[in-house]
């Protein structure tokens, strides 16, 4: 998934505001059911609206790309936590910079296979990316405003609530919209947490389990939780169903009832004699 991750920030920094996932559907190579493909990435982008393409560069080329407003990944051979051997990683190339305390140039780019959101910004020594680099790059450039995108588009649905608990179903213009039986896209929930986020990509989810019957269900985490939810649905064409549901919150647990310090002496003291 480097690839669609990377193909997906760079049209993101146009603001295209599309899921990784939605970029690994359109640009999947059904032969190897794989996402690593350049080719079918550049196009994928393409069908997008953007002006994209896939070359050999070098260092200078890759500093033409970025001076002249294009959006550029890369591929890099490294060391991935938990495989012995290096690997071949897509990464996008944000820039270059001079770090004047050493005297050396650097590269700024994002790895989506860091291990925290906080890594994911990295720096690398125009010495060492020189050294990994192995000259496969993809350019992007922003789209035309009149340019009509060419991909599947996102479908606005609602949920309707079953009988079964945490279980809804899509809804499509009145009429219910299931999930097919060979479905085996991308389901997932994402919660609102108040923060206007720059894309969908930005915001944090959660899967969800697509029922027998086509309909989807929330974890017991989720529905302890309750509050708005935007829900995803990718199927394996890259179209995607999108609707919003409010789960109730549920009410919190009673406080126990704390006797006064006087009621707690008075149930504390014996009872006095009665004089008859």
Known sequence: MDLPLVMAALMNRFGEDILPEEVAYIMEDKATSSTGNGAFAAAAAGCCGYPCWQAWMDLKDLRAQIHDGCSVAVRVERRVRGQRDS????????????????????????????DTDGAVNCTMAVTDFLRYFTGRAIALRGKPRDVEADRPRRILCELEKTGEPGVYTFVQRGQKDLLPEEFSGWLAASRHDGIAHATTAHRTFKRLEKTAEGGIRFSAEQLAAGGRYSVYAVDQTGRMRVAEVRLPVPPPPPEPVLQSTAQAAGAAAPAEPSAF
């Open 87 to 114: 690997v071949g990683v897509w990464m996008g190339l944000r820039g270059f910079g001079h770090d004047d305390a050493v005297l050396a140039d650097f590269v700024l780019l994002n790895d989506p296979t860091a």
